[in-house]
């Protein structure tokens, strides 16, 4: 039985294929953050329409920490699928700290430096202001970052073992391309 990956990638154009599996680590990053993107959206509106009403930073910071560690699970489980033999819980939750820090400045700077809040704005331009600025600006910095530094620091097994010559863990179903090894 094919896997869903290989059901996913049977409905992709063919020419597009290629491409898709040259870059298979990246778009798996994507659909993670993707489906982390739209909890943290959640669950900063939750927050931000409950419990912390004045608190717009603190909202996003909560959402987003909790999306950090589903995105942990997801990327170590399926987008780089590491072996587990670095300590790499503790490095990806290092650099999600700054990338936290990363993603709730833009909505810091614009609610308190440039001031687009109540009473300065309408509600309506406040809540689209902090969207644009949290949720979109901060999560696109945040996540060319993370990626950045997920591949660096947090799962290098298989972006080691491609940098010295050797094809990373292939697509279960699917034969890795081959490489020219090195003779020495």
Known sequence: M???????LARVPARLRPALLRHRRL??????GSGCFALTTVL???????VLTHQPVAAL?????????????????????TDGRRPEALLFFLVSAVA??????????SR?????????VTPFQQEVADFLSGMVVGTFVAMLFRFWAMQRWV???????????RAPDP??????????????
């Open 2 to 8: 094919p896997s869903p990956t290989q059901r996913a």
């Open 27 to 32: 778009v798996k990053y994507l659909l993670v």
């Open 44 to 50: 900063d509106f939750e927050l931000k329409f409950t």
């Open 61 to 81: 910071t909560v959402a987003t920490v909790i999306a950090t560690v589903v995105s942990y699970v997801l990327n170590r489980r399926w987008a780089f699928r």
């Open 100 to 109: 936290i820090g990363v993603n709730v400045i833009p909505l810091a700077l």
């Open 112 to 120: 308190y430096l440039l001031d687009l809040r109540e009473p300065y």
């Open 155 to 165: 799962f290098t097994s298989a972006a080691a073992r491609t940098h010295q010559g």
């Open 171 to 184: 697509e279960p179903g699917y034969a890795a391309p081959e490489m020219p090894r090195d003779v020495p």
